[in-house]
């Protein structure tokens, strides 16, 4: 069975997040947690805290950042489970998290479970995506090898965006025979799925 | 009518068919539209020249001088019974003209597409296959349902191919279609039709 389950090290992480000095009211620490899941789903996300806290608090620094490990894991172990908000309420519980900071804990997770889940959804590999197709329609006159050709030819270039994130294309050209046949294939791979959405 | 005249050299070679039984000048018309296709084959045509008890370089000459009859008769257009008159004015015996012309006739359309592609031109589609696929798991995501439509595309000119897998999802795979059937109407259209007119 696929139990949620962080390290021995991230627990004590989370323990210590109970801890007064670090965050002196109920808001503060919601604001910390909130920081952290933005900081999950939004790309280039500066953490408020950590910079508010820059200059003053030194010795302060640590635990905070360990708290942001340990919530990010947590966080994101529970989305790829799809864990339910009470399991992961149990799991705070077992760890002796007090029950004050678990409620914040499990309130943010349930508020943004579905967008952690969609970044989750992006991690991965796969083939170049096919993002958008241009056509041309060429008449092709003559050439030094037949001097009279007349056929209309089509140009067909599909734009694409690699897992990495690099944007290319692929062009290739065809007769209007070949055209068709494409056409009628995509359009038939069309039925085909809709039969199986509709299953 | 037009005039058709193949050059001394080529003209020569051709003769070299006559030194074959009518089958084996039949299977030489077809192993020249092979290299047509897909280039030099230089180890099929060792082979074939050792059962022939040929050298290499006679049975070589040979076939490209069928290549480039059929070429040039592609190029100058010409009628049946004008390829088989001037074969026969270059010295060929008649049932050997016949064989040339009659492949020459099968072959034609094939050739005449071949010729096209050798022009300096992007990757012709050569083949495609796809599948639908669902995604029910992965590491970072241990249930979903993700629906994948992959694309294999084979492009290539003459013998060279490359291969190219690509996905789309379902609303791509219809923009891209629809698209593309946009494309087929345009060749019907009205501005289409004037301009193929034209153009002849």
Redesign the interface.
């Known amino acids: 069975m ?1 139990v949620l389950r962080i390290s021995d090290d991230q627990h004590q992480w989370l323990r210590a997040l109970s801890s007064e000095t670090l965050f002196a009211t109920e808001a503060a620490f919601q604001h910390f947690v909130e920081d952290v899941a933005e900081s999950l789903v939004v790309p280039n996300h500066i953490f408020r805290i950590l910079s508010e806290r820059e200059a003053k608090e030194e010795e302060n620094k640590l635990p905070i950042h360990q708290g942001v490990a340990a919530l990010s894991s947590l966080f994101m172990e529970a ?4 864990s339910a908000t009470d399991a992961v309420g149990l799991y705070l519980q077992a760890i002796d998290v007090a029950d004050s900071r678990a409620k914040v804990i499990t309130n943010i997770y349930t508020a943004r479970r579905a967008d952690l ?1 969609k970044v ?2 992006t ?2 590999f ?8 241009d ?1 041309r ?1 060429d ?3 003559k ?10 030819v ?3 270039k ?1 734009e ?1 965006l690699a897992t990495n994130g690099g944007l290319g294309s ?5 007769s ?1 025979e ?3 046949e ?2 009628w ?3 038939n ?2 039925k ?2 809709e039969r ?1 959405a509709q299953a | 009518m037009a005039v058709f005249v193949l050059d001394t050299q080529h003209q020569a070679q051709l003769l070299t068919l006559q030194a074959v039984d009518p089958d084996t000048a039949w299977e030489f018309c077809k192993v020249a539209l092979q290299l047509f296709r897909g280039g030099p084959q230089p180890r099929m045509i060792e082979k074939a020249a050792k059962k022939l008890d040929w050298p290499p370089e006679k049975l070589q000459t040979t076939l490209e001088a069928i290549m480039a009859l059929f070429k040039e008769a592609v190029k100058a257009e010409i009628q049946p019974e004008d390829l088989q008159a001037s074969l026969t004015s270059a010295g060929l015996q008649s049932h050997y003209a016949v064989l040339l012309v009659a492949a020459f006739g099968e072959s034609r359309q094939e050739i005449q597409t071949l010729l096209q592609d050798t022009t300096f031109d992007t990757a012709r589609l050569k083949a495609f296959d796809w599948r639908f696929e669902v995604e029910i798991a992965s590491r970072t995501i241990h249930s979903e349902i993700k629906p994948h439509f992959l694309l294999r595309l084979e492009l290539g000119k003459q013998a060279a191919s490359s291969v190219h897998l690509l996905q789309m999802d379902i609303p791509t795979l219809i923009h891209v279609t629809e698209e593309l059937e946009s494309a087929l109407q345009d060749v019907k259209s009205t501005h289409a039709k004037k301009m193929m007119r034209h153009a002849k």
């Open positions: 696929d989305a790829k489970r799809n889940r989750l959804s991690v991965g796969g083939f170049p995506q096919i993002t958008d197709v056509w329609l008449w092709t006159i050439s030094n090898e037949l001097p009279r050709i007349n056929e209309p089509y140009r067909v599909l694409t692929l062009a290739f050209s065809l209007v070949e055209l068709q494409l056409v294939s995509l359009k791979a069309i085909t799925v199986h």
